[in-house]
């Protein structure tokens, strides 16, 4: 790669003197003819990367990796299934929390309808069976008063005579409760805080289904997998530091290049670019600049040469190639910006 740029720059150089010494010797007998601007090359370092840079895919939450269903090379779209992890206990949170829900319903119905003609019925008839028994009851403890009047039955007997007497009382008084609440119409409040059961159940299921969703890992975007991290029985963090796969857009390719600062003045969004690579020979693989950083930074791609100076200052510059010339993610290569002189 070092050796491409420092060839560029000498047959540059070495057409400059041409030009220079032919003005000199030729200006005496053949009038200068000034030729059109000639284009010019900017090179630079690159790396091959695609649409919208490597998204690395991970869980939103700890566990452990039930399946991953997809594998390298493989063509997903955005929402499908890559991964599940273990999540039968938040399964088991969902059906109860949807059962919670149907009986709040079943509840909120019933108050809705008010008691059904059986109901009434039966509550009537209850009534009538409580009042017969506190008939019995109150005979009872007036018999046993005249007794203990005459000293023919003791104060215990009297007293629990009495007793039966006062609970088939207050039976009565609960069965007319009954009676008259299952004739009367809902109150607007009973409604009201049915309907409010109803809500706060329905937020506890819709709770346990977003959990169970964070338990399915999804793709979030169209693209081919280019390397999957994790396999079915791994466990995984929901903090970001355990991909299981990463993704990448590889129908439209980037190359992400490296311009020194002394040539970030001639750069400009629209230029035509080539880059090439050792593995492809001359082939160029044509594009043109998309995008110009705002910030110099530290050197992103680097050769294998032990005396490479790292500490450059570089003006990160995005080349979309052209569709249809596939080149491996990742892979280094030379990259040329024609401008003008």
């Known amino acids: 790669m070092k050796k491409t740029l420092a060839m560029v720059t000498i047959l540059a150089a070495a057409g400059t003197l041409a030009m220079t010494l032919v003005g000199r010797h030729g200006a005496k007998s053949t009038p ?10 900017l090179a ?6 695609p649409l919208g840079e490597e998204v690395k895919v991970g869980a939103e939450m700890d566990g452990k990796l039930a399946r991953v269903l997809v594998d390298e090379g493989d063509m997903v779209r955005r929402g499908q299934v890559l991964a599940v992890l273990s999540n039968a206990d938040y399964q088991a949170r969902v059906e109860l929390a949807r059962a919670g829900v149907r009986e709040r319903e079943a509840q909120l119905e019933r108050l809705r309808n008010g008691a059904r003609d059986e109901e009434k019925r039966e509550a009537e008839a209850l009534l009538r069976e409580a009042e017969a028994q506190m008939a019995v009851t109150r005979a009872e403890r007036d018999r046993r008063q005249g007794l203990l009047e005459r000293g023919a039955v003791s104060k215990s007997e009297f007293d629990l005579s009495k007793r039966d007497f006062e609970t088939a009382r207050a039976r009565v008084d609960a069965q007319r409760e009954r009676v008259n609440l299952v004739r009367t119409e809902t109150r607007v409040e009973d409604l009201n805080r049915a309907e409010a059961e109803v809500a706060r159940s329905l937020a506890s299921l819709q709770e346990a289904q977003a959990l169970l969703e964070k338990t399915v890992v999804r793709a979030p975007l169209n693209g081919r997998v280019l390397r999957r991290y994790r396999k079915t029985g791994e466990s995984v963090s929901g903090k970001g530091d355990t991909p299981i796969v990463s993704l990448g857009d590889l129908a439209t390719l980037r190359v992400r290049v490296d311009v020194d600062e002394a040539d970030v003045a ?4 629209g230029q035509k670019a080539w880059v090439t690579a050792g593995a492809y020979g001359d082939h160029r693989f044509t594009g043109r600049v998309v995008r110009i950083g705002q910030a110099l930074g530290r050197k992103n791609v680097r050769t294998d040469e032990p005396s490479e100076r790292v500490d450059t200052k570089i003006l990160e510059t995005l080349v979309e190639l052209d569709a249809g010339q596939p080149l491996p993610v990742g892979l280094r290569v030379d990259a040329f910006l024609e401008v003008a002189r």
């Not at 200068?32 to 090359?41: G, H, L, T």
């Not at 630079?44 to 990367?49: K, T």
């Not at 001639?266 to 969004?269: D, I, M």
């Open 266 to 269: 001639r750069l400009r969004v």
């Open 32 to 41: 200068v003819v000034m030729a059109a601007a000639q284009p010019d090359f």
């Open 44 to 49: 630079a370092a690159g790396r091959v990367e």
